[in-house]
């Protein structure tokens, strides 16, 4: 509980050095409440789930808040600065946020072991809005009782929490397994259209705490108003379904994800959207996974994927000796060191349909210069080009990851 120095000398001594004392030990719960957490799952990797269900993220924000406003005060420089403070918290706040606000700041300010009723009610008379300010703290006078037995639930409502989400692994397990004949996972629908974001390290190794809460703040942002699931099978990946409507709303919600992953510099992912139903719910898991072992054996160029940028590569690269003699085949001159210019050129143009202008832009290279390496590139082709456009355009993809 937060403990106020003897108001009385700072009332008469017009004093306000107790603001920023108030302010820090405020900033002390906030910091507790994450650190109970922490100790009542014994496991950090639940730690979102418990502050996302519980609400813990936004009361340690509203208490950071709160102590803002105190050290606000303290500069303002006047004792009644902190009155004024908790009245404009008690009237913009109170009607959606009373529980966890009202006792905070009533433990503060009224409740404080050394604050007397009688020089609270002396403060209150040097304000010319007395009765507002009194109707406010009559207010979360009578919201404390209450309150007080909805803090001390916390923990126990953490543990169960904890519990839950160790089930909820299980439940997750049982249906990759397909041992599951569940409609639901949690709050979690199978019946939806699957998206799915794994994320891992770059260069290998476990995910830091940091890495944990912060990408799973960004994408339960992104994905607000919808489902979501978290699974962590080891220390080294984050997985994440999300519950989309329809196919739409899914690879809307893959376009944002793979918009901000891309920023990630240490960290790779993978996105895959799949059907509605247990079969979809596995299938983005394992086409996941595809994408991250191809990863993990070739250089994929970009940090972030999806599984239909990696699909055909994957499969044809399955069989490293057949890839390369088909390689070898279609390019024929094109495939050697020397023509890797011509090769990026040719890929880039077959990738936009065969659009010289997009070529150009995409490449960042006059037309004129595209225009002359597509006919060195078909003149190392011979007519292979034109007879076999597709095959030419895989082996193109497959050269990419065999150099690589």
Known sequence: MVSIPDLESTAAGGSVYWLAEVAAAIRREADEIAASVSIALDDRRLIPTAMGELGFESLRANLLGIADTFEIGHAVGTPLAALRVVNAIAEAHLPDRAITLVYYVGQSILWGQHIQPLILQTCLAQDQQVERSTAAYQLMAAYLEQVEASIHSYKQRTREIGTRAVEIEREILAVLDGDSTAERIGAYPLQAWHLLVAVWKLKGGDLTQEEYDRISAMITSITHGYHSLTFRPDKERLTIWAAAPDPRTATTLKDEIELCLAQESELAAALSEGEAGREGFREVFRDAEVVRRFAGQ????????????????????????????????????????????????????????????????????????????????RALLADHLAHRPFEVHVALRLKQYLDG
């Open 298 to 377: 070739h250089d994929m160029r970009r940090a972030v994927a999806s599984f239909d940028d990696v699909a055909l590569p994957a499969l044809l690269l399955s069989d490293r000796r057949l890839a390369t003699r088909f390689v070898d085949f279609h390019l024929k001159a094109l495939a050697r060191p020397e023509h890797e210019e011509l090769r990026q050129t040719l890929l880039a143009y077959l990738a936009v349909n065969g659009s010289i202008a997009d070529a150009s832009r995409n490449l960042d290279v006059h037309r004129n210069t595209i225009y002359h390496r597509l006919d060195r590139a």
